[in-house]
């Protein structure tokens, strides 16, 4: 091809260099990062944030990535296994954790966000010598087969008991002035972002409503 007036590229390497620059624009950040990685370039870092926040009770200072994700942390920096990686898009709630009371899914909340906080794992819940109420309820009425689930299952279980408590209504309570019941129809609503794939479900139920139960004959 010639080359362009006034200038000493040709039309050609102008068409080519052009190409490149689209492609490179439309291509992800994760993607140019794992082509840059290909190419054996140093692929572009973040200087690491510092954190820190109380999980079961013990104050963690960590430095992150600041966009480790809360679990990520939970696994990989502080080793606490129990809160189990399954999506990673908040849809199954395997990675279900306590954040200052309240459930949450880990993988979708970043590590830094937290400063402060107060977390607990299944690990903050009880010991094999002295198990929590629901942990030991799931293990009486055989509310795990696979156990992949279960911590998550645990942790959201004992959210639910306290919402119901606090008299907060879900999207099956029917008179939203009253206190909600403790029934299979809240219980079953309320956890029904956490997955069990082994089909657990009923015995899940039988384990909330007994803990439950007894914790409303205490008070």
Same mark, same amino acid.
């Given at each position: 091809m010639e080359d362009l007036p006034g200038t000493k590229i040709s039309r050609r390497d102008l068409l080519i260099a052009g190409a490149l620059s689209a492609t490179a624009a439309a291509m992800p950040p994760?993607?140019?990062a794992q082509a840059h990685a290909q190419d054996g370039a140093p692929s572009p870092s973040?200087?690491?944030?510092?954190c820190a926040f109380t999980v079961n009770g013990v104050r963690q200072e960590l430095s992150l990535d600041a966009r480790?994700?809360?679990l990520d942390a939970l696994r990989e920096h502080l080793r606490l296994t129990g809160t189990k990686k399954g999506c990673d898009h908040g849809q199954c709630g395997a990675c279900t954790v306590l954040l200052d009371g309240r459930r949450i899914n880990s993988?979708?909340?970043l590590a830094v966000m937290h400063e402060g906080a107060q977390i607990t794992t299944i690990e903050g819940?009880?010991?094999p010598d002295k198990l929590h109420p629901m942990q030991a309820a799931f293990i009486k009425n055989d509310?795990? *087969?696979?156990?992949?689930?279960? $911590?998550?299952q645990i942790c959201s279980a004992l959210a639910v008991l306290d919402e119901i408590r606090q008299g907060k209504p879900?999207?099956?309570? *029917?008179?939203l002035a009253?206190? $909600?019941l403790l029934s299979v129809e809240e219980i079953r609503e309320r956890m029904s972002g956490n997955i069990c794939r082994c089909g657990a479900y009923s015995n899940i139920v039988d384990a909330i409503t007994e803990v439950g139960g007894a914790a409303g004959r205490a008070a």
């Open positions: 994760v993607a140019m973040l200087p690491p944030v510092r480790t994700s809360l993988c979708l909340t819940l009880g010991t509310g795990y *087969q696979c156990g992949y689930c279960t $911590p998550g879900s999207h099956v309570t *029917q008179d009253a206190r $909600p």
